[in-house]
């Protein structure tokens, strides 16, 4: 029997993991709640099944999820990433079920989403990371004493985290005592709202460090395999907007042990199916451990340019017990990557969201190297609920500098009128120097706020894009009259 496979998702993820389900040939099955009643992932699957009015919360109910899996005899569901992908009741509840869990199990989700726990794990293997601690206690003024005796030993500046954070959420620098008491409650306050645990600890910080990450994936028998490595420096609010690959770090020895490190990472986790490990690397290329992520990353696309590996298509095969096809000397990294998530976003405002807004032109690049993964077209409205991620532009090219050029002329092709996007501010950075020489760090954006001084896209070319698709629309026929 064919099989049927349900994707707990929406937006451009829930379309990409879609379309590698129905190129295994089997069934794919969308679920959505009110606000994404005009949402491209339920045209683009075989089912869709309303669970809901939303917002948010039916994409979070797990009993609700479940019970539409048994009702539709789902043989397994796919969790994307956000939402419940890393929540390991979800991973357990499947599993309970019946249900093949296209992911870790919910053991491995739920130590390595307890940063303290992943850092007891890696410590064990002796992978290296930052000096932290454990979870500060409860009261207050003591979680303050311990605090300040942990900065004073290893030396401002630290930070604070959210045991349980995800999406740079409950992470705050502290640079002197005087901060600490009043930091520590925002990272608290932070944390419950976004993960309803306030459980903070704490960590040394590495100055201006590189992020960069590899990509994991594991079957069930035992074999590990990295495909090699991301940076992802180029942040906002600790969270990512540009990422390429591979690392363009100088460095390939430095390179292939911080792969084989994190190899060791999974190992020592009994991690199964795709993953992320993150490190920090800094100025005197010494790297640590930050985080495993126990899901599909946004962005994995620019690891599969530069692979040849369909990531989503191999984690579906391996859930249901296939075993990897390929070994390490398999995989071969070729040319260069560059994923960058437009978003509907205002960069001169903050990066304040723009959701509730309607598409009114969509007129996308295409051509050689070009990858698209978005769910937006002509007449769609944002809903205003969810995240402000619209399309993930991957571009690929054998040299980095054609790499670069490729970028470029797809920004420069690319139309959206409506909401305000990452568009005009990507157009800034892909002429900037150190972005070009390819050298950042995570305070890269920072240090160039020259990159938010542009003009508004409300520009005649624009105007007249939205025109001409209008235009377009209605079917006018200038030659017919
Ligand atoms: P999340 O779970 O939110 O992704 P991470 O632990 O991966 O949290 O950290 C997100 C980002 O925050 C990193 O990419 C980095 O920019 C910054 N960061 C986190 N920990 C440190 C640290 N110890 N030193 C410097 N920067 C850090
Ligand atoms: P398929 O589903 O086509 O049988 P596999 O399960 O063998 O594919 O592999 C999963 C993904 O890895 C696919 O995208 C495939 O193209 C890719 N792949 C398989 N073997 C190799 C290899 N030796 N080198 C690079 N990519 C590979
Ligand atoms: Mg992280």
Redesign the pocket.
Known sequence: MKKKILVANRGEIACRIIRAIQELGYTAVAIYETPDNAALHISVADEAVWIGDGPRCDYLNIDKIIKVAKNHNIDGIHPGYGFLAENPHFSQACADNGITFIGPTAEVISQLGD?VTARRIMAEAKIPM?PGTDNLPADETEAVKMALEFANRVKYPI?L?ATA???????RQVDNDAQMKEQLQIARAEAKAAFSNDNVYM?????K?K?VEVQIIADQFGSTVHLGTRD??I?RR???LVEIAPSLIKDQKLLDEICETAVRAAKAANYTNAGTV?F?IDKDMNY?F??I?TRIQVEHTVTEMVTGIDIVRTQIKLAFGKPLSFKQSDVRIRGHAIEMRINAEDPQNNFMPEGGKTVTTYRSPGGYGVRLDGFVYQGFTIPQVYDSLLVKMTVFGYSWNETVDRLRRCLTNYVITGPKTTIPFYLQLVNEPQFQSGDFD?SYLENHPELLEYKDDDSEVNKLAALIAEIHHKGFNPYAA
């Open positions: 940063k930052v930070m985290k954070g995800g999406g740079g959420r409950g992470i960590e040394k910080v590495v100055v460090p992020h992802c420096s942040q600790n969270q990512k993150e920090l640590y930050m985080e992520n995570t």
